[in-house]
């Protein structure tokens, strides 16, 4: 038996000046001593030299219309859909500055659904 592997969705935000701001203050944070970032977040350069930033499922948390991330604030979203599916595990936030500009992404384990012992 397989188990399904985990799934990334891109997602749309509102970008604010507050946030590139808290952003920024994180990435020379982490330049200047890695020590310093909050528990839960870690940050890397990829081989692009693009900046990124992962938030364990710890640091933050989703509500209807926003997700709210220790250590840099509130993120508004765009749209009311769920981000991710009922019962999703393993959620990690990945935040990546590309050449287009910030990407925010979700990654998580969808729930396995096991279909045991089920009669017709």
């Keep these: 038996m397989s188990h399904v592997k985990s799934r990334e969705?891109?997602?749309p935000l509102k970008?604010?000046?507050d946030l590139l701001?808290?952003?920024?203050?994180?990435?020379n944070a982490w330049r200047r001593d890695?020590?310093?970032?909050p528990?839960?977040?870690s940050?890397?350069?990829s081989k692009e030299g693009q900046f990124v930033m992962v938030a364990a499922e710890s640091v933050f948390t989703t509500i209807p219309g926003a997700i709210i991330i220790k250590g840099l604030?509130?993120?508004e979203l765009v749209g009311t859909e769920p981000l991710f599916e009922e019962g999703a595990s393993s959620?990690?936030?990945v935040l990546k500055d590309t050449p287009e500009g910030w990407r925010f992404a979700v990654k998580y384990v969808p729930p396995i659904v096991r279909e045991r012992n089920t009669k017709q």
């Excluded at 890695?34 to 970032?37: A, E």
């Design 43 to 45: 940050c890397t350069e």
């Design 15 to 17: 970008i604010t000046d």
């Design 39 to 41: 528990r839960g977040l």
């Design 73 to 75: 604030g509130a993120i």
């Design 91 to 93: 959620k990690t936030l």
């Design 9 to 11: 969705v891109v997602l």
């Design 21 to 27: 701001k808290a952003l920024e203050a994180m990435r």
């Design 34 to 37: 890695p020590h310093s970032v």
